[in-house]
């Protein structure tokens, strides 16, 4: 497994950090078969796995059960995990416990919590040595304000968010996942922060990249957005149900290769 000093010194060696995301056992194998860097179990779970329709309905119990498969599938890899919609922000001894059992329960490396208000939380939890990863541009979680869009796009944005990722990297936040920004901005702040700053839609002037598993695979998205390329298709899965159900109905299958062939009839009427 890489440390977070092994993954700060890709930055630092200007090689690129790769991550994506993984919610299961299965899933969680494979990107540590492809040597991927990090792995995160995003709250994205909510739609690629359960079929809600924003991250929104996603609970503590949610990310802590998906998580903990992921570890036992991935036990070489660093894996971070979501702190999910209303686990934070209620008050601070509320959070705190939240922040450790998702920590401790998943065994994970690194929590991460969105928004630019959290400052005080990413130090509550650094005290308590809970590394945070914090996720600055378009924040899903916020979906309900802020759309599905490019955000930081005129001058007064573009200004906040460069302060807010000094902000969040002072108060002691281990890395920074910036999504759905113009890509000039994001370099600039790649290069003025120290912390790995990991992008998705945010161009490839940055410390690294991280995309959804299901995004990249084409497994079960109904939409995909701008910055998503589709690296493999899984959908080829539909042709291998339709054939099974097609084989299934023609009594094809089980064939004799898949058959246990032993006469066993005859010794149980003696
Ligand atoms: O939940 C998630 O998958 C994420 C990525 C989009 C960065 O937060």
């Known amino acids: 497994m890489k440390t977070l000093s092994q993954l700060s010194a890709l930055k630092d ?6 991550m994506v995301t993984a919610y ?10 492809a040597d991927i860097d ?3 179990v995003g709250d994205s779970l909510g739609m690629t796995v359960l079929g809600y329709d924003s991250t929104v309905q996603v609970t503590v119990a949610d990310m802590i059960h998906h998580a903990k498969a992921v570890r036992r599938g991935a036990p070489k890899t660093y894996v971070v995990v979501d702190v999910p919609f209303g686990a934070v922000g209620v008050n601070d001894q509320y959070d705190l416990e939240i922040a450790v059992k998702l920590y401790k329960e998943t065994d994970a490396n690194a929590i991460k919590a969105e928004g630019a208000h959290l400052t005080q939380y990413i130090k509550n939890c650094a ?4 590394p945070v990863v914090s996720h600055l541009g378009l924040t899903p979680q916020s979906v ?3 759309g599905y869009k490019m955000q930081a796009g005129n001058k007064e944005a573009a200004l906040q968010l460069i302060e807010d990722a000094y902000a969040v990297q002072q108060a002691g936040a281990v890395m920074l996942v910036l999504e759905a920004v113009p890509s000039d901005l ?40 701008k910055f998503v390329k589709q690296f493999g298709d899984f959908s080829v899965g539909i042709d291998a149900l339709k054939q099974y159900n097609n084989e299934v109905k023609a009594h094809q299958f089980p064939s004799d290769a898949h058959t246990y062939k032993k006469q066993i009839m005859n010794e149980v009427s003696e």
């Open 13 to 18: 060696n200007k090689e690129k950090i790769s």
């Open 24 to 33: 299961d056992y299965p899933s969680a194998k494979q990107v540590e078969a």
């Open 38 to 40: 990090i792995i995160l």
């Open 127 to 130: 005290n308590l040595g809970i």
């Open 144 to 146: 309900g304000i802020m």
């Open 186 to 225: 994001a370099s600039e702040i790649s290069d003025r922060l120290d912390i790995p700053v990991i992008g998705i839609g945010a161009g490839k002037g940055i410390d690294g990249q991280v995309l959804v598993y299901h995004d990249l695979l084409n497994y079960g998205v109904e939409h995909k957005a």
